[in-house]
């Protein structure tokens, strides 16, 4: 579990493709001390475990599932990602309750300067937008956001402050970029439960 708090942009380092798989090193600096082999940490935002720990950067596997799910696939030398720990019990949680289970894959729609910050907004999958909800939570590339408008079927605006755009690849991708888009733990198990009701079941 995460919060959607990045705690660190890390570089793609290193690639081997394998069969139905992608090994990947990332370049993190300092940061690798806090890790340790087994541990999860989500990276834009998808729940992966650390495999290996060198005094840098840190290595894990994408298997098929995740590539195809995810952003992962499209990694090149030299990307930018997000990257956060598993959430403490004992922590506080800034950001919201964020499994680390990517739903799909979206795109940058637009970026609109409003004074210091930015409105991006997003074309998200149709079963996210199916349980989104204004002023409710988005997870995309791992980060926490408000969603402070919903602007068509599979689109949603989002403000993002200087400081997000700062220390998340947030501020760096343009329109057109691919993002992984995770959508509000509680919709989905509220959207579960009227499923039948909906559907007209008993």
């Known amino acids: 579990m995460f919060s959607g708090i990045v705690e660190r942009v890390g570089t793609v380092q290193a690639i081997d493709e394998r069969e139905q798989a992608r090994r990947i090193r990332l370049e993190v600096?300092?940061?690798?001390?806090?890790?340790?082999?087994?541990?999860?940490?989500?990276?834009?935002?998808a729940c992966l475990t650390v495999e290996s720990v060198s005094d840098d950067s840190v290595s894990l596997t994408a298997v098929s599932t995740t590539l195809e799910r995810t952003i992962a696939g499209g990694y090149a030398v030299g990307s930018s990602v997000n990257l956060e720990r598993a959430l403490r019990a004992d922590s506080r949680l800034d950001g919201h309750l964020v499994q680390g289970h990517v739903d799909g894959i979206g795109d940058l729609v637009s970026r609109v300067p409003?004074?210091?910050?930015?409105?991006?907004?997003?074309?998200?999958?149709?079963?996210?937008?199916?349980?989104?909800?204004?002023?409710?939570?988005?997870?995309?590339?791992?980060?926490?956001?408000?969603?402070?408008?919903?602007?068509?079927?599979?689109?949603?605006?989002?403000?993002?402050?200087?400081?997000?755009?700062?220390?998340?690849?947030?501020?760096?991708?343009?329109?057109?970029?691919?993002?992984?888009?995770?959508?509000?733990?509680?919709?989905?198990?509220?959207?579960?439960m009227l499923a039948p009701y909906r559907e007209g079941e008993p």
């Open 29 to 45: 600096g300092a940061w690798c001390r806090e890790l340790e082999p087994g541990a999860s940490i989500a990276v834009d935002g």
């Open 114 to 192: 409003e004074g210091d910050a930015q409105l991006l907004r997003f074309r998200i999958p149709e079963d996210v937008a199916a349980l989104t909800v204004e002023h409710g939570s988005i997870a995309i590339n791992g980060v926490s956001l408000t969603v402070s408008e919903i602007t068509g079927p599979c689109e949603v605006e989002v403000a993002m402050i200087p400081f997000t755009g700062m220390h998340t690849n947030l501020g760096s991708i343009g329109v057109g970029d691919r993002v992984n888009v995770e959508g509000d733990l509680i919709g989905k198990y509220v959207g579960r």
